[in-house]
């Protein structure tokens, strides 16, 4: 079978190996369910991921700490325009209600934007094109160990790219059988390759990347802004009333103010303080994920730099929050085709044993940029 000749069973072996992986991975996943009528993608989607609305709204297995943020906002504003806002809009302007109102609509609505839609992710390989890969990775291997005869040694498993003049190392991935394009990365909560990924999110309940960023971004704005809100005009309202009857009073008639007061006061400088730091990864154009890498700070006095940094903070601002949205790759309400008949396996396989190396290389490449 294999025409590689000296190293031939070890890649048999190899490829075995994969084929039983990948073939029960897509196919066969834990949420299957048994029913007559055409299976929609995210039925079999291979990833941990939950599925709301028949695959309209997707988020993280985990999804606890995503309701207790949802709570936390809803009963701190609640409170405030139950218990603050009639006496404020009385004694100083009915503004305040208003400007509060749509500040809480916002953040509501980036969260929410945020949490149930795709981040990015990046679709696995199928078993065909897995398996061309392997072939691949196996050929380039043989290449580079000449007719050595040594022990076997596993494929490095990793290609260069040069961007913007700086050299950028793309990883395989073992679990989704690709190339991963640059500044993606897998999610191990979500199981799932994100494209530019930047990190897993619990509080949203989903992974923050090229596809929610902005999203997640105007969330946590704008939530600062409601939270200092609320906060200056909890204490405006205790100090109003204070100046009537006296502060131990005015905080027995308002026990709700100093309740939102707390919890503002204790959510304050961590909202605030991300918010600030996504600013500045937004401005210099870097990822949550490469700022903790130290992927372009300076190594062992080495120059080092971020390629993907425009050279200027509008412009990067504008690419991250202006830029236009790539759509969707996994297709999550698509209908699945059992009995589509694959690429024959054989006849594929002779092409890329009998092809060029420039020819299986672009192969390669487009297998693993197809999907950026
Ligand atoms: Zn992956
Ligand atoms: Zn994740």
């Known amino acids: 079978m294999s025409p590689g000749g000296g190293s031939g069973p070890m890649k048999d072996c190899e490829y075995s190996q994969i084929s039983t992986h990948s073939s029960s991975s897509p196919m066969e996943s834990p949420h299957k369910k048994k029913q007559a009528g055409p299976q929609r993608k995210w039925e079999v989607f291979p990833g941990r991921n939950k599925f709301f609305c028949n695959g309209r709204i997707m988020m993280a297995r985990q999804t606890g700490v995503f309701y207790l943020t949802v709570v936390l906002i809803l009963v701190t504003s609640g409170l405030f325009f139950a218990f603050d806002c009639p006496y404020l809009s009385e004694k100083i302007t009915p503004a305040i209600p208003a400007i509060g109102g749509i500040?809480?609509?916002?953040?509501?609505?980036?969260?929410?934007?945020?949490?149930?839609?795709?981040?990015?992710?990046?679709?696995?390989?199928?078993?065909?094109?897995?398996?061309?890969?392997e072939r691949q990775i196996g050929n380039t291997e043989d290449i580079a160990n000449g007719s050595s005869s040594g022990g076997y040694r596993p494929p490095p498993r990793t290609k260069e790219v040069i961007i913007n003049g700086q050299t950028v190392k793309l990883k395989y991935c073992f679990t989704c059988k690709i190339f991963r394009p640059p500044r993606a990365s897998h999610c191990s909560l979500c199981d799932n390759c994100v494209e530019r990924f930047d990190h897993h999110c619990p509080w949203v309940g989903n992974c923050v990347g090229k596809r929610n960023y902005r999203f997640f971004y105007m969330?946590?704005?704008?939530?600062?802004?409601?939270?200092?809100?609320?906060?200056?005009?909890?204490?405006?309202?205790?100090?109003?009333?204070?100046?009537?009857?006296?502060?131990l009073n005015?905080?027995?008639?308002?026990?709700?103010?100093?309740?939102?007061?707390?919890?503002?006061?204790?959510?304050?400088?961590?909202?605030?303080?991300?918010?600030?730091?996504?600013?500045?990864?937004?401005?210099?154009?870097?990822?949550t994920n490469e700022d903790i890498k130290g992927s372009w700070s300076n190594k062992r006095g080495k120059e080092n730099y971020n390629p993907y940094s425009y050279g200027?903070?509008?412009?990067?601002?504008?690419?991250?929050?202006?830029?236009?949205?790539?759509?969707?790759?996994?297709?999550?309400?698509?209908?699945?085709?059992?009995?589509?008949?694959?690429?024959?396996?054989?006849?594929?396989?002779?092409?890329?044993?009998?092809?060029?190396?420039?020819?299986?290389?672009?192969?390669?490449?487009?297998?693993?940029f197809s999907v950026s």
């Open 103 to 133: 500040l809480f609509f916002f953040v509501m609505g980036t969260l929410l934007r945020t949490s149930f839609s795709d981040p990015g992710v990046l679709p696995r390989a199928t078993p065909d094109e897995a398996a061309d890969l």
């Open 219 to 247: 969330f946590i704005l704008s939530l600062s802004f409601l939270t200092v809100f609320i906060f200056a005009f909890v204490i405006t309202h205790v100090i109003l009333r204070s100046q009537q009857t006296g502060f």
């Open 250 to 287: 005015a905080l027995k008639d308002s026990p709700a103010s100093v309740l939102e007061a707390v919890v503002c006061f204790f959510s304050v400088w961590s909202i605030v303080g991300l918010s600030g730091f996504h600013t500045y990864l937004i401005s210099s154009n870097q990822t």
């Open 312 to 368: 200027n903070i509008f412009t990067n601002c504008c690419a991250a929050l202006c830029g236009p949205l790539s759509p969707s790759l996994i297709d999550r309400r698509g209908f699945l085709q059992p009995d589509t008949p694959q690429l024959a396996a054989p006849s594929n396989g002779i092409t890329m044993y009998g092809a060029t190396q420039s020819q299986s290389n672009m192969v390669q490449a487009i297998l693993s």
